[in-house]
């Protein structure tokens, strides 16, 4: 506990003084002057011209695999670059578990992915379900093995915001562990049933190619048929106050369970840290896999986002930042733009050398023509496709239903030329502001974990559970009591 809070410090420390930066629209870009206003001195001054600024990309694409500390061109960048990854998770002493680490820890009560079942899921999501559903079924197996009659069948998961089941129908068909699925929305409920059913029949057909037809758990699946599932579903929003264990008992009657894992694949905002609240105040769940998303959404204490649907905002039960005691003293705050900023994922955009959409400029071209205009705009243009930035704008005023501003082609593409330049450094702005995602989302993550350690729990672990290239959301907590 006391090694995550001195981390916890370090990190607050060095984004402290970048906040208003962090926090700034990037649609204000160009009528509020950011790469003169936030890029320190020194930085601006080693990027005079368009090949400046493309070198500094590749530097930005290639960090991982040079010495930044040597370079002579840009040593300021350099400096830049080297000074964020110190400040990164996997950087960070004695924090963060990898996959190979977890697996040794779990040793005896490790439960691999024995059946390669064709399934329609995105290579992303496979990545996911195939680790995540090992990761829960070993979880249930250390919960088995703490209760006296170690038998798996008194264990079921939870599975926070179920979606279309995939990690829930992976654990209950592969594992032979009993799974409720809780989702808020109810197409998705439907959906994950449907595609229970389908996959059922699909493992069916692999257990019969495969070697397990002497594995007692496969026999036992291939005779169900029309018996009751292992994965059943329900739609209900939850936050701190649903009980879950209830739900579990009227869906499973018949059932023996006494003890849970809840489990949360990529739970959406204020889901996460609810999900935490619940592991910690009910005594019948003795396991937690988290993997959080969609920060945007979180609700901050020490701080108000207009952007937040209030409806939503009094369903949520909790804020959902700052969780720790260590934060909350300090009054310690992000912002939307912050919180939204860490979802960005330095690592597929270094992977694939990755750099903005056309469109980030094509937006800050827009605010220049509002504001010339004196065009009072209090809403979002959100996405729209176009071809240019002609296009562009012309689908953008039409969607913010301005009709009074009508300016030719010759205009637009005249403006686009004037700000060559500062949309070539507009990119570079970018990466260089993505540099601090990881730091913020480390924050977040990291202020989860030490709530857990601050409740007591000493076998609560943050572990890099995916690759980051594949998931960019790769972090997940575990826990068990």
Not at 285 to 294: R, Y
Not at 403 to 414: A, K, P, Q, R
Request: hydrophobic letters at 35%; a negative charge.
């Amino acid at each position: 506990m006391e090694t995550t809070k001195q981390q916890l410090a370090k990190m607050i420390d060095y984004l402290k003084p970048q906040m208003e930066f962090l926090n700034c629209h990037m649609v204000d870009y160009l009528t509020k002057n950011h790469w003169q206003t936030y890029v320190p001195v020194e930085i601006r001054k080693e990027l005079k011209d368009s090949q400046d600024l493309l070198e500094a990309k590749q530097m930005f694409w290639n960090q991982n695999m040079l010495d930044l500390s040597g370079s002579l061109k840009f040593p300021s960048l350099a400096k830049h670059l080297t000074m964020t990854k110190q400040y990164r998770l996997d950087a960070l002493p004695g924090i963060v578990m990898s996959i190979e680490e977890l697996k040794s820890a779990f040793d005896s009560c490790l439960k691999e992915t024995r059946l390669k079942v064709p399934d329609l899921m995105s290579v992303k999501k496979r990545h996911e379900v195939e680790i995540a559903s090992e990761a829960v079924a070993s979880l249930c197996t250390i919960v088995a093995g703490s209760i006296p009659s170690e038998n798996l069948d008194h264990v079921a998961v939870i599975d926070a915001g179920d979606g279309k089941g995939y990690l829930s129908s992976r654990v209950a068909l592969e594992h032979g562990i009993k799974v409720l699925g809780i989702d808020s929305n109810m197409g998705n409920t439907i959906n994950a049933e449907k595609r229970r059913d389908r996959l059922k029949k699909k493992i069916a057909v692999a257990i019969k190619k495969s070697d397990f037809t002497d594995d007692d758990h496969f026999i036992n699946l291939l005779q169900e048929n029309g018996s009751e599932p292992r994965y059943k579903t329900t739609n209900k929003l939850i936050d701190s106050d649903t009980n879950l264990i209830q739900l579990v008992k009227e869906k499973f009657p018949e059932s023996d369970v006494s003890h849970f894992c809840l489990a949360g694949l990529h739970t959406c905002g204020n889901l996460g840290p609810n999900c935490l609240r619940l592991f910690h105040e009910n005594r019948y769940i003795h396991a937690l896999c988290n993997v959080g998303c969609c920060y945007h959404l979180l609700v901050e204490e020490f701080v108000v986002d207009k952007y937040y649907n209030q409806e939503r905002l009094k369903e949520n039960s909790g804020f959902g930042f700052p969780m720790s005691e260590f934060l909350r003293e300090k009054g310690f705050f992000l912002g939307r733009n912050v919180r939204n900023m860490a979802g960005e994922s330095i690592d597929r955009s270094i992977f694939y050398s990755e750099e903005p959409n056309d469109k980030l400029g094509y937006r800050a071209m827009l605010q220049v023509i509002l504001a010339e205009q004196n065009a009072d705009v209090d809403s979002q243009v959100g996405k729209l496709k176009c071809t240019n930035f002609v296009d562009y704008a012309r689908k953008s005023l039409k969607r913010l239903k301005i009709d009074n501003i009508h300016l030719s082609d010759d205009f637009l593409n005249e403006l686009e030329n004037k700000f060559e330049l500062e949309l070539e450094q507009l990119k570079v702005y970018y990466l260089y502001r993505m540099t601090y995602a990881p730091i913020v989302e480390g924050v977040i993550l990291l202020d989860r974990i030490l709530y857990l350690k601050e409740c007591g729990y000493e076998n609560s672990f943050l572990v890099k559970l995916f690759d980051p290239v594949v998931s960019p959301r790769c972090y997940s907590i575990l826990a068990f009591k």
